[in-house]
């Protein structure tokens, strides 16, 4: 089959405020990619048409048309009924309540389409062709204004009974911690998400704290960018220091609590703060974790690492819905 | 090949005071038992020949042949390296450091021998003929001194990559909690296991509280068995109401974390205490997890309930070890 076609595929990953479409070979290469705003408060039927036409400028860009891709794999921002192709529903875009998003891609492509959420396919991207090559179990955690999770188990993606599986930000690290924004208290995520990170530091500065931050935020709009997390840090900004501290140590305990249950090979740390900050982010995670596995033996074992693909993760993982790659130079 | 033999297979249940073997039919019923101390106090060698013993009279009740069993499947009480059948340590048996249980028993009772951890077991037996019968992904939380879990994935016993997985009972429940038998703080084993609900209980009476239970513990030599506190809760004594009451409500937030991450059809419970308690000991502890659960759609299908095999689940999962069972009127 692979001789008979090039075994093209499209990987589209559905995002707040952007979409992103790439057309991948077999081996994973990424061979063109097309990139626009979603829109998303113009409602689903507009989303719905600039997810075709980000589709149709990524296949021009690999100069490939339609009709040579032989599945497209999209993830979206929130959850999915994985056999279907429904989202439930997506926080950030307006109107998504039950959008029939698998059907509606496949009449306008007409290609096969599979839909999963896009933390599952951020995790398989990672998995297939980014840090996680080679495991069996891995779990990926994203941290971004949430946190998100992915679980691989025995080479595969796994979803759960009811495909909802891999909320790992949701999980209660202390009953009485801080409101999440899911309404519940104590959530990794309300410790641990860059949203949590600007709340500590936002209190600090109402608080009057010394710090270096009023200047860098004033040269970004007021907007807390990795960059700015990044330069706060290198400049040794005690209340960002603290904030990414709590962060770790609330990550490090999600770690240990993770490895406990599950005694994954490796956990993937990805997203916009651990792009900026790599290893330097992920490292005390590891540390904090460490004393906490109930099962010291072979604990040198489990690796724990940056996410290699950035933004491509989620198209990857897209593409890589539709099956393995083959043996390449890029594995 | 059930037409050559009757596919006769052996479970054993190696405990901390008592060993427990059956002889097990293709279809799982049990054909043959027998049971006798551990003296876990006389080291491994002892230890070995008991269980041989064990194994032997079983087959004995069974009217049973050694030579006509397939194979034997071992749960120990401590971490086990399930590809060699090493034992690596048993915290409640003298001596066991390294011991390669396996070899050791396929040596003695010519016959091949697997091992695995006993929670694991107990896991695999409700899945296989208990509470878990039809499920795909379902998990196994024991109840006892300590808590110790189970995890089934797509049908099958889920290990880890160091054959570590399961450790539930260590997940931390509150960073600042009390001290866990392990070393570390806030444990859910420090929170509900039954060594958790005597710790509060003795406290209680030591400030003085009005109780029933100096009146029931003197009826069992000063133990707190699973009976005083059945019978505790029975008179609405309010010191073991809170103690239980505690213990259920980290075991409903430790079901909403485990849910949020591993979307289960099932959680099972079994162990002393909920074996006397039933799903008055379950139904509380399925009301505190459903506010926890992230995705709420379809939450009703997730089923937590007590076990069905009590003691029995130990060796039927060490059969199940050894390959499906056929089905039958058991199933």
Excluded at 92 to 99: F, M
Excluded at 231 to 246: C, N, S, W, Y
Excluded at 282 to 303: E, T
Aim: glycine share 16%.
């Amino acid at each position: 089959m692979a001789k008979k076609t090039a075994g093209y595929r499209m990987g589209i990953d559905l995002g707040g405020t952007k979409i992103l479409a790439a057309v991948i070979g077999s081996d994973g290469a990424i061979l063109g990619t097309a990139k626009k705003k979603t829109k998303g408060e113009a409602g689903p039927d507009t989303v719905i048409k600039r997810i075709v036409d980000t589709a149709t400028a990524a296949a021009a860009a690999a100069k490939v048309s339609l009709k040579e891709i032989g599945g497209v794999g999209v993830g979206a921002p929130g959850p999915v009924d994985f056999e279907t192709g429904v989202v439930y529903s997506a926080p950030n875009l307006a109107g998504w309540d039950e959008i029939p998003l698998g059907a509606r891609l496949q009449a306008a492509l007409g290609l096969p389409v599979q839909v999963d959420n896009d933390v599952n396919l951020g995790t398989l991207g990672e998995f297939s062709l980014g840090a996680g090559r080679g495991c069996q179990h891995m779990l990926g955690l994203f941290v971004g204004t949430g946190v998100g999770g992915g679980i691989v188990i025995d080479g595969k993606l796994y979803r759960g009974a009811r495909y909802a599986a891999g909320e790992i930000g949701h999980m209660t690290m202390q009953p009485d911690g801080p409101l999440c924004g899911c309404g519940r208290r104590g959530c990794l995520e309300a410790f641990a998400s860059r949203t949590a990170i600007e709340r500590v530091v936002r209190a600090g500065l109402a608080e009057g704290r010394a710090s270096v931050l009023p200047e860098l935020l004033a040269a970004e709009k007021d907007r807390l960018t990795s960059g700015v997390i990044k330069q706060a840090l290198e400049r040794e900004d005690p209340l960002m220091t603290e904030a990414i501290g709590q962060a770790q140590r609330y990550l490090g305990l999600l770690v240990a609590n993770l490895v406990n249950a599950l005694d994954p090979e490796m956990i993937v740390f990805g997203g916009g703060v651990v792009e900026a900050l790599g290893m330097a982010f992920v490292q005390p995670i590891q540390s904090h974790a460490l004393p906490g596995f109930l099962q010291q033996r072979h604990a040198d074992r489990i690796k724990i690492v940056p996410a290699t693909l950035g933004d491509q993760a989620g198209v990857l993982g897209g593409a890589a819905l539709l099956g393995p790659f083959v043996a390449s130079k890029v594995q």
